[in-house]
């Protein structure tokens, strides 16, 4: 049937392999009709192919008729011909075949320079569609149909990250549901205005931006919405769990938006040069194939969600990463970090310029006692003495462990807890040692406390924040903490530091707990 309507149209077959062809329609020096041919001898195949189906087809597997379904894809332009058709070479013969891929079954994609060269009625017989193909606009036909392959690898991603963040959102939020941070955006005013800004007095702020700034409240679901974002908090204010849970907000759907978040974390992205590369990267991240890939990106809609902006020991990575089109090109970016590193980079990089800025507060005693539920009676007592220890999502969590386990005390500042949380972790888990090591090399709490302190300042140090390279933990570190080589490994397992099993080729870093134990022991 196939072969029959293509030639009718002047068409030729140029190869056939598995389930499916290559046919040419040459271009004529005079009366040109071999662009509308080809659209023509398409259009004539799907309407054919349901009689053929109910009529020819003897495709039978166990017993049953399964209907030939086809995929068209259409470009055009000039090809380097060979004799032999498995040698022709053409970007015409490469699209066609690439977008073909991306076509719903029964349907025709046909690439812009093709729909120019239509007439008015066979061109407007097809549906522009959303996506770009390497620069190229794509149309469709029938009208009604969508590019399913697609959408049908994003939503197996979303099904995925929707999958693998249940998994981890239990241990990561500590068996306590996940409360909306309190966001507020800065934002200049429209007409300055020389009065108090909230919450923050003029005093505070630099001279040229007193009373020419304002900070508003913004919910969690309008970050979707900005083009560039920096969410600016100091640590333990749950910016890496804002970013997670926003990405698993949209892949289930309950923020309304056609964006396909990907998350990176910064230290991720070090060897990332080209647009190319960190293509590759979202790969790795989403299982979508390159060319869908590049489609959505240059039409802008990928949500990069970088976290760790603060974490990353390279600092010449991060203008590569954050300046507007350099790397992420025309997606929307949210990047998360601490607000020392803004300070760092804004004469250089004119965040508040490009970024919009936005800062998380403490949470307020509405979203404290909504976090702890009945467990807020029992932590009351701090709330009233310190109100801004269990406003710190960090701390707040740590607090809700110790009520949990029944192990609350008067805790009046972040040094009085985390010395009760520490104590905690060192002393289960050095009476867990206490029989397995060989000597008296780490299994003294005390001790292990100087050691971490140790550790803790000597990485600072090195200007290694958050994690180190494990390289330095076999030499030079067990001279300083003066403990054998066999032993370091046994301080990973307390609960303080651990070690990195990924990205690939970040195997066997050693990263703190939460960066503020880091800075307690230090």
Known sequence: MVEGIISSYNGEEWGWASDGGIFAFHREKVNNLSIENAVNSAKLILENLETFNQKMNSLILEGKHYPIRLRLGIDTGKTVYHQEPGERRSQALNYAVKIQKLSAPDSI????????????????????????????????????????????????????????????????????????????IRQKRQTPLREHLPDIEQSQLPHKERGEIEYKPMEMEELVNLKRTAIVADSGMGKTTLLKELLFMIVIGQISTDLIPVYFHLSELLDTFTQESLQTHIREKTGLDLDSISELYHTGRFLFLLDGLDQVSRREVIPRVLKQGELTGANKVIVA??????????????????????????????????????????????????????????????????????????????????????????????????????????????????????????????????????????????????????????????????????????????????????????
């Open 337 to 522: 970090g601490r607000p020392y590193i803004y300070g760092i980079l804004e004469p250089q990089l004119k965040l508040f310029d490009t970024y919009n800025h936005i800062t998380i507060k403490d949470f307020d005693e509405y979203r404290i006692k909504e976090y702890l539920g009945e467990r807020y009676q029992y932590s009351e007592g701090i709330y009233k003495i310190s109100p801004q220890l269990l406003g710190i999502p960090l701390l707040l969590s740590l607090v809700n462990q110790l009520v949990k386990a029944g192990e609350i005390k008067t805790i009046r500042t972040r040094t009085d807890l985390y010395s009760v949380i520490i104590d905690q972790l060192l002393e289960k888990e050095v009476s867990i040692f206490d029989l397995k090591v060989d000597g008296p090399s780490i299994i003294d709490k005390e001790m292990l406390k100087k050691r971490f302190s140790l550790l803790s300042f000597y990485t600072f140090e090195k200007g290694y924040i958050g994690q180190f390279p494990q390289d330095k933990a076999y030499f030079e570190l067990t001279d300083l903490l003066k403990i054998r080589p066999e032993d370091f490994p046994l301080m990973t397992q307390l609960g303080i530091i651990y070690k990195l099993f990924e990205p690939p080729g970040k195997e066997g870093e050693l990263i703190f707990r939460h960066q503020s134990f880091q800075e307690y022991f230090a």
């Open 109 to 184: 994609l046909i690439t812009h320079d093709v729909i120019k060269e239509l007439s008015d009625t066979i061109r407007n017989s097809f549906k522009k569609t959303s996506f770009n193909f390497r620069k190229k606009t794509l149309y469709i036909y029938p009208p009604n149909k969508e590019l399913q392959e697609k959408e049908a690898l994003i939503s197996k991603y979303f099904k995925k990250a929707k999958t693998s963040r249940l998994e981890k959102r239990e241990n990561e939020l500590g068996g306590a549901k996940f409360i909306k941070p309190n966001l507020v």
